[in-house]
């Protein structure tokens, strides 16, 4: 089975649902993504606990949060996580992999973007700027040291297995 969870209605879901209350037995999914949601709850780790109930025993997640990125989604947007700070919130969990999914200059071409946009007052400027230059930047991120990009990345990722152990 694939479900699919948003505070929002769409064709795409299965399952209008917040994510600190998951519809969902314990021990129910294999996998977990979660991508872009942890930056707009008041309790992420309450959302961490949740998954962890919802992953089967040995059961793999995989979350990406922002972290140089400008807000989105206005008032409902609270935090933002560095690489140790995401893998604190998920330390219940044994880490597969973690680092950066979009690095330094993929950041500045992030946070340029939105600059351009708010100075000339026009959205449209900011996707051309992220148009023409995310894979120059992307190129540039690949000559960096993963030590320098987690640093300044435009987010993070975390892949881990649920803990043998019950530690939630």
């Known amino acids: ?32 993504v979660i991508q872009a949601v942890l930056e707009h709850v008041i309790s992420p780790e309450k959302v961490v606990s949740e998954i962890y109930r919802v992953l089967s025993k040995n059961g793999i997640v995989y979350s990406e949060t922002p972290f140089m990125q400008s807000v989105h989604e206005g008032a ?54 992220r148009l023409i230059f995310t894979r120059m930047a992307r190129f540039l991120d690949t000559l960096l040291t993963s030590e320098w990009n987690i640093d300044i990345a435009c987010g993070c990722f975390f892949i881990g297995k649920k803990s043998k152990k019950d530690l939630i």
């Not at 089975?1 to 299965?14: A, L």
């Open 1 to 32: 089975d694939f479900h699919s969870i948003d505070v929002y209605h769409s064709k795409n879901i299965t399952a209008l649902a917040d994510a600190n209350y998951l519809p969902f037995i314990d021990n129910y999914f294999d996998i977990v």
């Open 76 to 129: 409902y947007d609270f935090l933002r996580f560095t690489h140790s700070g995401h893998r604190w919130l998920f330390r219940n969990f044994q880490e597969i992999k973690s680092g950066a999914h979009q690095g330094s200059f993929e950041s500045l071409v992030f946070i340029g973007s939105h600059a351009f946009s708010a100075l000339l007052r026009n959205r449209l400027v900011g996707i051309i700027f």
